[in-house]
């Protein structure tokens, strides 16, 4: 299923209510949509996608072969606060993303 897809599925599914839903896959950077907007972290030494489409809000992000994607309806900047402080990602620190 493409991100786009992804997209319109929760448009219908979720409407206004608030949500947030994580989905990983193997995949590579080359999945984030071209208009992604692109930050780096350096501490974390990863790179972050984040992209919206009709008020859904999604941060990307790689972890070696495996793509890490948090959606939600909160807003775009919260979001990706909430994933570069989330926890599971400290242990790669020290090592090249």
Same mark, same amino acid.
């Given at each position: !299923?493409? &991100? *786009? ?9 979720? @409407?206004?209510?608030?949500? #947030? ?5 193997? @995949?590579?950077? =080359?999945? $984030?949509? +071209? /208009?992604?907007?692109? *930050?780096? =972290?350096?501490? +974390?030494? !990863? ?8 008020? #859904?809000?999604? &941060?990307?992000?790689? =972890?070696?072969?495996? #793509?890490? !994607?948090?959606?939600? /309806? ?6 990706? *606060?909430?994933? +570069?402080? *989330?926890?599971?990602? /400290? ?5 090249? $993303?």
């Amino acid at each position: !299923m493409s &991100v *786009s897809a992804l997209f319109f599925s929760f448009s219908l599914a979720w @409407g206004y209510r608030p949500f #947030i839903a994580t989905f990983t896959f193997l @995949g590579t950077e =080359e999945d $984030a949509p +071209k /208009n992604a907007t692109v *930050s780096f =972290e350096p501490e +974390k030494r !990863m790179t972050f996608y984040t992209f919206s489409r009709d008020g #859904i809000h999604a &941060v990307l992000h790689r =972890e070696d072969s495996v #793509i890490c !994607m948090l959606v939600s /309806n909160m807003p775009p900047e919260e979001l990706l *606060s909430l994933v +570069k402080s *989330s926890s599971p990602h /400290n242990h790669r620190q020290g090592r090249a $993303a």
